[in-house]
């Protein structure tokens, strides 16, 4: 008879290893770069709303004017619970500035001409036309388990 060569078990189990590390190692590279695009377009949404923002404050300063701004106070939408949901998690020190934060949502940002800029269902972004600040409800949640909401923040953040 003829001796067959072939896969021994231990060749079998050693090769199933190596192409299990191959998949995962993979898996793990794709959730990496997908985090890395997902924070990039927050980044650069954000950085959008934040310009027009820049804009229509120096126009307000300009003319003096409140009407100018736009957005809805967000002391007039306390009652909306995905504001209400956000104030709760003690973000912004919300009574020392209210009058400075406005609500922006879809509609608002086509007023601002960023229809490019999608907001998520119940998300609204917040922004505070004296510092700029641009504040996303949803947040983004990093890969160390933290949520981070503003643009500030989220401008500092990297893969760790």
């Known amino acids: 008879m003829k001796e067959e060569k072939g896969l021994t078990y231990i060749g079998m189990v050693f090769l199933i290893i190596l192409i299990a590390i191959l998949v995962f190692g993979a898996i793990y590279f794709f959730r990496i770069e997908q985090w890395k695009a997902d924070l990039e377009n927050v980044k650069t949404d954000m950085l959008l709303i934040q310009a027009k923002v820049k804009n229509v ?75 700029n600040e641009v504040i996303y409800t949803s947040g983004f949640l990093h890969t160390d388990g933290n949520t981070y909401y503003k643009l500030s923040d989220i401008e500092k953040l990297s893969y760790e």
């Open 57 to 131: 404050s120096n126009e307000q300063t300009l003319e003096k004017k409140e009407n100018v701004l736009v957005g809805t106070k967000i002391s007039d939408m306390e009652d909306n619970n995905t504001i209400k949901e956000f104030l709760e998690k003690d973000i912004i020190d919300i009574e020392s500035k209210k009058n400075n934060y406005y609500v922006l949502n879809q509609e608002d940002l086509g007023e601002l001409e960023i229809d490019q800029v999608q907001l998520e269902d119940n998300n609204l972004c917040i922004v505070d036309y004296k510092t």
